[in-house]
């Protein structure tokens, strides 16, 4: 990008330019990445870059900030129309997948630069909100399962709702710490597997 082109930039702009270069960065080199390196993939000098950002430790934050934000909006969002509880978990999860597979190199250097305290109470912030937000949407899908009769509702419902928390999490955090890799199949794939179960069909024939 020539000069005349980055004067032009607005700082909003610039920032994200920089934003994207340093996720690809992260996302091919780790912790091994460094802000020259970032800069170069930016086309922008390091002292530039300096002034949209302090620094490493600065932009991973902001791209974590930028993934939990977005991930935030998915979980307070609810469906356009009215949905079963099938449909809506369906639904849940294909805006899960579009986010994470529409801005691939942002959301996959987020989640695997986010924040990792070795105390509970130096959890961050947001990584709370994330966990009670995803919690509170399993909960509430989880009771509306239950009193459609899809769920037993002998069962407790939040057995249920760790269950349905914990695959979907795993296909999330596998997809951006080792994928790429089509989330959609991979998730209905799970979807299918909490509602139909992982028993063999013949040996529980055979026991019978």
């Known amino acids: 990008m020539n000069e005349e082109r980055k004067r032009r930039l607005g700082r909003a702009e ?24 970032i800069a170069e993939e930016a086309d922008y000098s ?25 991930l935030l909006a998915v979980l307070k969002s609810e469906p356009p129309v009215e949905l079963g509880f099938v449909d809506r ?4 999860l294909s805006e899960l997948a579009d ?3 529409e801005e691939e190199e942002i959301f996959r250097a987020g989640m695997a630069n986010a924040p990792a305290p070795t105390r509970i109470e ?32 002998s069962r407790d419902p939040e057995v249920y709702s760790m269950a349905l928390g914990g695959q979907f999490g795993a296909v999330f ?3 951006a710490m080792e994928g790429p890799f089509p989330l959609r199949p991979r998730l209905e794939a799970m979807l299918e597997l909490f509602l139909q179960g992982a028993a063999n069909p013949e040996r529980e024939s055979l026991d019978g």
């Open 99 to 101: 986010l994470a597979e």
């Open 173 to 175: 955090d596998r997809w």
């Open 122 to 153: 130096d959890l961050d912030e947001s990584i709370c909100e994330i966990y009670f937000g995803f919690r509170e949407m399993m909960d509430d899908i989880v009771r509306q399962g239950m009193e459609e009769g899809v769920l037993d509702s």
């Open 14 to 37: 610039a920032r994200e330019r920089i934003l994207a270069a340093a996720a690809r960065v992260f996302n091919r080199k780790g912790e091994r990445a460094t802000v020259e390196q």
């Open 46 to 70: 390091t002292s530039a870059l300096y002034k949209h950002f302090s620094g490493k430790d600065d932009l991973l934050e902001t791209l974590w900030q930028t993934v939990s934000e977005k």
């Open 89 to 92: 978990l369906k639904w849940m």
